[in-house]
């Protein structure tokens, strides 16, 4: 148990404005307050929130043990913090910061208040600084957290970004697939191309892959899966852009491209979904 | 890491429809995605009507799993049935030993992302099966 | 409810599967069907189950069997609406439907069927 003496808790309750007038200073000082991406305000009042909810928690609780209940608002402020800091584009070392200013205020303020008992002071200051450190390292890990999940986010929407199915006619998608196939990849897209089928009410999907250096196994495999789904939907799907190598990697597999409709390239399987679908392409006259 | 378990009783077809719209909901609350939520209820319906038809009724054990950051559901199917002999047997595409298409458990196992089958003559069936978000 | 009821629409017959399937229902519909179409002397059928937000082998099973049957009393089947998600996760169990024929919607299997039968 390590709760901090009552009279550390009067001292910061008694000296809260003053505390938080330097601590903000501090921020300052540290240049977390002259940046366009969050204002002046707003820093002064997540300061004055975050010390109400520090002395709270530190009369209830064990300084030492952040884990209890007790914590769990000044937990959970830290983590709303932190993720809003992500977002704005804060770094780390930025993040932290607003936990690690608060140390010089309170140590300052603790020296006043025990001038006359330095035991007392040194074994406050260790508990507060503990104290402080462990805050701060939950808002950077927190912080990465957040970080992750931003990252994470982005790959996913990039991956639904780099592959989109475009409507070539009425009635006729297309997906034209560049890079690398990862399994992953190739699932995404695959699945975005069936919700667009049925979107769109596309009787014909044309998958480009001329812009595929390479598919290993599963990717040929999904891809094969892919056209069984299609037509199971009640579409038709064309196979476009098979490069000579990839044409030799299915047949050294042992897939059976069976029932599948292949074409060189997109502008032949384009011509055939328009004569599927009943159309043809005539030279204007004149 | 477990945070919440329970258990459905399937002992008839009706408990087969109401254990899907269970691990429906289950799967919904740890947020997986459409085709996954699709492939694990059809799963489960092919393993809880073997419980039924072959294990002449059991249950199922559900629990919502973490591990990592990643959530998952893990179900238990199990019944005190005859049993399996050949596991290894059932186990390959296209056997059956009722008048199924013999896709039951190997469909299964293509469906989710871990699968586990104890059994043995007399001792009944145990099928573990975990997907992961 | 222990039946899905079987709409007449001239020579073809529709049913619209908008329940949670469970093994008994499918049977009966199987049965319900195949006396249907002698009946009505029905040249098509069409099996609607944009509802179904699963399909499993045994659900599988039953519509292939709808198709060989009706195929061998002289009537088309047309499974429409399937749900990109149940057609992922189909192939997936190793069910590829061979030889059942499909549609995205209703008024395509409609137009499908009529284009079969007016061929025969």
Same mark, same amino acid.
């Given at each position: 148990m390590a709760i901090l003496q009552q009279a550390t808790i009067d001292a910061i309750k008694q000296n809260e404005s003053a505390l938080l007038a330097s601590w903000i200073e501090n921020l300052g000082d540290g240049g977390s307050l002259n940046d366009s991406r969050i204002s002046r305000e707003d820093v002064s009042r997540q300061a004055r929130e975050f010390l109400s909810l520090l002395v709270t928690a530190s009369a209830n609780g064990d300084a030492a043990d952040l884990t209890r209940s007790e914590w769990l608002d000044s937990r959970q402020f830290l983590e709303a913090l932190s993720r809003s800091r992500a977002m704005q584009g804060f770094d780390s070392q930025h993040t932290a910061h607003f936990i690690f200013s608060l140390k010089r205020p309170l140590f300052d303020l603790l020296q006043k208040a025990y001038a006359a008992d330095p035991r007392a002071l040194s074994s406050e200051l260790w508990m507060i600084s503990e104290l402080l450190d462990t805050l701060g390292m939950h808002t950077i890990r927190s912080f990465q957290k957040s970080r992750e999940e931003v990252i994470l986010r982005q790959q996913e929407e990039l991956l639904e970004l780099s592959t989109p199915v475009v409507k070539?006619?009425? *009635?006729v998608l297309a997906l034209p697939m560049i890079g690398t196939l990862d399994s992953q990849r190739t699932q995404v897209v695959m699945e975005s191309l069936l919700q667009r089928i049925v979107e769109t009410g596309s009787e014909i999907a044309i998958i480009d892959?001329? *812009?595929?250096p390479t598919v290993d196994t599963l990717v040929a495999q999904h891809l094969l899966k892919t056209v069984t789904a299609i037509r199971l939907m009640g579409a038709d799907c064309i196979i476009s852009g098979i490069r000579p190598q990839i044409a030799q990697t299915i047949v050294h597999l042992g897939l059976d491209l069976g029932g599948i409709v292949t074409k060189a390239n997109l502008a032949d399987a384009l011509a055939l979904a328009l004569k599927r679908s009943g159309l043809t392409v005539t030279k204007a006259a004149g | 890491m477990t945070t919440r378990s329970g258990t459905h009783a399937i002992r008839s077809e009706q408990d087969v429809v109401l254990s899907r719209q269970a691990v429906r909901k289950l799967a919904i609350e740890c947020g997986l995605r459409l085709v996954d939520q699709t492939k694990l209820v059809t799963a489960v319906s092919e393993l809880a009507r073997n419980t039924v038809i072959y294990g002449g009724g059991g249950d199922m054990d559900w629990e919502l799993v973490e591990d990592g950051g990643r959530k998952g559901v893990r179900l238990v199917f199990r019944d005190e049935g &005859?049993?399996? &002999?050949?596991i290894k047997q059932a186990m390959t595409d296209g056997w059956t030993s009722g008048n199924g298409l013999g896709l039951g458990l190997t469909g299964a196992k293509r469906l989710v992302d871990q699968f586990d089958i104890q059994s043995a003559p007399g001792e009944g069936t145990r099928v573990t099966i975990t997907k992961w978000n | 409810m222990d039946r899905i009821p079987i709409l007449r629409m001239g020579e073809f017959l529709l049913v619209t599967i908008q329940v949670d399937m469970h093994d008994q229902l499918a049977l009966t519909l199987q049965d319900d069907l195949s006396t249907k179409i002698n009946e009505i002397s029905a040249k098509g059928v069409l099996i609607d189950?944009?509802?179904?937000d699963i399909v499993d082998s045994f659900i599988g099973r039953m519509i292939s069997m709808i198709s060989g049957l009706s195929r061998i009393l002289d009537a088309e089947t047309v499974v429409v609406g399937m749900q990109p998600a149940v057609a992922i996760t189909l192939v997936e169990l190793g069910l590829t439907l061979s030889g059942v024929s499909t549609a995205l919607d209703v008024e395509r299997g409609m137009k499908l069927l009529r284009e079969r039968v007016r061929s025969l």
């Open positions: 070539l006619w009425e *009635g892959i001329t *812009g595929v | &005859p049993g399996i &002999p050949d | 189950i944009s509802a179904l």
